[in-house]
């Protein structure tokens, strides 16, 4: 590699003086040399991680069966123990797959962790705790998360603040369910929803331009 000994420094390239003192360079040219470094690949991929992560819940999911079928009794607890690995596999796997984004991945875990709360609650008997704590607990923790982030990630503040009034709507919804009285316990849904609507509001008054940037933007209009 050619070498510039007033400057101490290492040349790529077919150069015969250094670019910077114009100083003649030592050494010979290598076509083979690279411009550019060579970056190290992770050892572990995202890909290997899913494959993995999916083999673990497979095995887990098999081996539970196995003794649940293995033990005696009427009751197949296996199914609520299989039901809780897919939940928590289809988690992790959303968490991964948007693991470059952590903007995004708040709002598909928002939606992910919700609804199957509430499957949860519906095929356990609907005893109302996912309406009751889980979607307006969960909401409040994703405007918060969502609204930090903006402030922390400056180049994605526009992309935060959609993703922003997205959960601010989202977390609207326990209104609904607080007219239609199907709540149990009103507080958290309340909290929630005065949290979403201050929230929506402060980004429409003050960052409204932004948002229909974004708007446009994604709906290419």
């Given amino acids: 590699m050619l070498y510039c000994e007033k400057c101490k420094v290492y040349v790529s390239g077919q150069k015969t003086v250094c670019p910077l003192c114009q100083n003649e360079l030592s050494g010979a040219f290598s076509p083979e040399e690279e411009i550019f470094p060579k970056l190290k690949k ?6 290997f991680l899913m494959r993995l992560i999916t083999f673990i819940a497979i095995a887990a999911a098999v081996i539970v069966t196995s003794v649940d079928i293995m033990l005696p009794g009427n009751v197949w607890w296996s199914l609520f123990a299989d039901a809780g690995i897919f939940c928590a596999w289809l988690c992790i796997m959303v968490g991964i797959a948007k693991r470059h984004n952590v903007i995004k991945k708040i709002t ?12 949860w609650d519906l095929y356990t008997g609907w005893h109302g705790w ?8 969960c909401c409040v923790a994703a405007i918060i998360a969502t609204a930090v982030l903006s402030l922390i990630f400056k180049p994605q503040a526009r992309e935060a603040l959609f993703h922003l009034v997205l959960n601010g709507l989202y977390g609207i919804i326990p209104l609904f369910f607080l007219f239609t009285d199907r709540l149990r316990i009103i507080y958290p849904s309340m909290i929630c929803a005065a949290i979403c609507i201050v929230a929506l509001a402060a980004v429409i008054l003050f960052d409204g331009k932004r948002i229909k940037e974004e708007l446009t933007r994604r709906l290419h209009v």
């Avoid at 992770?42 to 890909?47: D, E, L």
């Avoid at 996912?130 to 607990?137: G, M, N, Q």
């Fill in 42 to 47: 992770p050892k572990y991929s995202g890909h």
């Fill in 108 to 119: 598909f875990e928002l939606l992910i962790v919700t609804l199957l709360s509430i499957l």
């Fill in 130 to 137: 996912s309406l009751d704590y889980v979607l307006p607990c």
